[in-house]
């Protein structure tokens, strides 16, 4: 066996084993937890609901367990079992030019990865969300959904990696710099487009037209200094009962988002102190830092592509007998995120603590109370458990443990 063959193999068990063993310590924790609200909730979370948020985990859990396996199984037959050199293969019979022959390898093993993945995310629409009553995407949205997203996918990914396989081969040794640079342009346009032409070919988006609550949001942008322009309600409810909401926007011009399922679970002050922590991302620069550091990231991760794509064992110890540029570009879409994992801890416990900075933001300018009432509701109603296992949660969770986050929104208000 070839050394990087090794290496490959020992990366992908050690990846698996621990996402793996963290899944059986979050399930466990909240089977042992399942029958007892904890202390701080019990006037808000029934048992019932409890339990509904515990079952709701497990089955997530498992099927996360599924999916990691799955996963796994589908990787080693695109690299060692030999589809990616098979997929080159059929597309050299039909074009002789390497660059267009990339984009057509390229998205055509992304599609088929998106065929794969179906039967797992048509189960977790209509079997797992369906059974706990979150689900309201009927088969035809689902449908008309994936067609849109696929020919979306085209119409971005066709010019997308046209560039970065032109740049790979035409632009010398140092080429990563500038697909580096173009990767971070797309991500530019990417942020400005997504709410003005992607978002509206999938939801529909009203001005609010709540009076009361307009006049919150604005009282709430002028106190923190936001020009708050538009306000639109969103009908999440189309495809799920979950409620959420997001702001987007360049500088101090934000465009907010609620959805009509957070409008109607959540009282007009609460929903203000929910807009007031997502406003604290903002004023404290997260936002920012979060696309600095991702900036950096996707910099080293070129480079390091740069490198790679660049030794012969990397394509033949990842099974692909024949280098080219969409190779490289291939292998290290599919195999980076294995050695991505082990960087999640550090993700995670940064965002915990911009998380808890935002709750102190939203503290000063609106009402802790509304706040931490809110946010048990949204808890109960997407049914998030209270008690996620201390090491998974560590691991995965962007945002605190409900106990912990509510404790620290009660003290020093
Ligand atoms: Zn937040």
Same mark, same amino acid.
């Given at each position: 066996?070839?050394?990087?063959?090794?290496?490959?193999?020992?990366?992908?068990?050690?990846?698996?084993?621990?996402?793996?063993?963290?899944?059986?310590?979050?399930?466990? !924790?909240?089977?042992?937890?399942?029958?007892?609200?904890?202390?701080?909730?019990?006037?808000?979370?029934?048992?019932? +609901?409890?339990?509904?948020?515990?079952?709701?985990?497990?089955?997530?859990?498992?099927?996360?367990?599924?999916?990691?396996?799955?996963?796994?199984?589908?990787?080693?037959?695109?690299?060692?079992?030999?589809?990616?050199?098979?997929?080159?293969?059929?597309?050299?019979?039909?074009?002789?030019?390497?660059?267009?022959?990339?984009?057509?390898?390229?998205?055509?093993?992304?599609?088929?990865?998106?065929?794969?993945?179906?039967?797992?995310?048509? !189960?977790?629409?209509?079997?797992?969300?369906?059974?706990?009553?979150?689900?309201?995407?009927?088969?035809?949205?689902?449908?008309?959904?994936?067609?849109?997203?696929?020919?979306?996918?085209?119409?971005?990914?066709?010019?997308?990696?046209?560039?970065?396989?032109?740049?790979?081969? +035409?632009?010398?040794?140092?080429?990563?710099?500038?697909?580096?640079?173009?990767?971070?342009?797309?991500?530019?346009?990417?942020?400005?487009?997504?709410?003005? =032409?992607?978002?509206?070919?999938?939801?529909?988006?009203?001005?609010?037209?709540?009076?009361? =609550?307009?006049?919150?949001?604005?009282?709430?942008?002028?106190?923190?200094?936001?020009?708050?322009?538009?306000?639109?309600?969103?009908?999440?409810?189309?495809?799920?009962?979950?409620?959420?909401?997001?702001?987007?926007?360049?500088?101090?011009?934000?465009?907010?988002?609620?959805?009509?399922?957070?409008?109607?679970?959540?009282?007009?002050?609460?929903?203000?102190?929910?807009?007031?922590?997502?406003?604290?991302?903002?004023?404290?620069?997260?936002?920012?830092?979060?696309?600095?550091?991702?900036?950096?990231?996707?910099?080293?991760?070129?480079?390091?592509?740069?490198?790679?794509?660049?030794?012969?064992?990397? !394509?033949?110890?990842?099974?692909?007998?024949?280098?080219?540029?969409?190779?490289?570009?291939?292998?290290?879409?599919?195999?980076?995120?294995?050695?991505?994992?082990?960087?999640?801890?550090?993700?995670?416990?940064?965002?915990?603590?911009?998380?808890?900075?935002?709750?102190?933001?939203?503290?000063?300018?609106?009402?802790?109370?509304?706040?931490?009432?809110?946010?048990?509701? =949204?808890?109960?109603?997407?049914?998030?458990?209270?008690?996620?296992?201390?090491? !998974?949660?560590?691991?995965?969770?962007?945002?605190?443990?409900?106990?912990?986050?509510?404790?620290?929104?009660?003290?020093?208000?």
């Amino acid at each position: 066996m070839e050394g990087f063959t090794a290496v490959f193999l020992i990366l992908l068990a050690a990846s698996v084993a621990l996402q793996a063993w963290l899944r059986w310590r979050q399930l466990s !924790y909240v089977r042992a937890h399942r029958e007892t609200v904890p202390e701080a909730f019990r006037d808000d979370v029934s048992a019932d +609901a409890h339990r509904k948020a515990a079952d709701y985990t497990m089955a997530k859990t498992r099927l996360g367990l599924v999916s990691l396996g799955f996963g796994a199984i589908v990787l080693l037959i695109w690299t060692l079992g030999g589809g990616l050199d098979l997929a080159d293969r059929l597309w050299r019979g039909e074009i002789d030019s390497d660059l267009t022959r990339g984009v057509a390898v390229v998205l055509s093993v992304l599609f088929a990865g998106g065929i794969l993945d179906l039967p797992l995310s048509i !189960y977790a629409t209509f079997g797992l969300e369906q059974r706990f009553g979150f689900n309201r995407t009927t088969p035809w949205v689902f449908a008309t959904d994936l067609v849109k997203s696929t020919l979306l996918g085209l119409a971005i990914g066709v010019p997308l990696v046209f560039a970065i396989l032109w740049i790979m081969t +035409a632009a010398g040794d140092l080429w990563w710099i500038d697909a580096w640079a173009v990767w971070m342009a797309f991500a530019l346009v990417q942020t400005w487009a997504y709410p003005r =032409l992607i978002a509206p070919l999938f939801n529909r988006f009203t001005p609010l037209a709540d009076e009361s =609550l307009r006049e919150r949001v604005d009282r709430l942008g002028r106190a923190t200094g936001f020009a708050i322009k538009d306000v639109f309600v969103m009908d999440g409810s189309r495809r799920t009962a979950h409620g959420n909401a997001y702001l987007t926007g360049f500088g101090a011009a934000k465009r907010i988002v609620f959805f009509d399922t957070l409008i109607a679970a959540l009282h007009a002050d609460e929903v203000e102190a929910v807009l007031a922590h997502e406003l604290g991302h903002y004023k404290l620069r997260h936002v920012a830092k979060k696309l600095g550091a991702a900036a950096i990231v996707s910099a080293a991760g070129w480079a390091l592509l740069g490198w790679l794509s660049g030794t012969p064992w990397f !394509y033949s110890g990842l099974g692909v007998s024949t280098p080219s540029p969409y190779m490289a570009l291939l292998l290290f879409v599919m195999v980076g995120p294995l050695a991505a994992v082990f960087l999640r801890p550090i993700l995670s416990h940064v965002s915990r603590r911009y998380e808890f900075e935002a709750d102190d933001f939203a503290k000063r300018f609106s009402d802790a109370r509304a706040l931490a009432s809110g946010l048990v509701k =949204l808890y109960r109603d997407n049914a998030n458990t209270l008690t996620p296992d201390p090491v !998974y949660s560590a691991f995965y969770h962007t945002h605190p443990p409900p106990a912990l986050r509510i404790r620290h929104l009660a003290g020093a208000a």
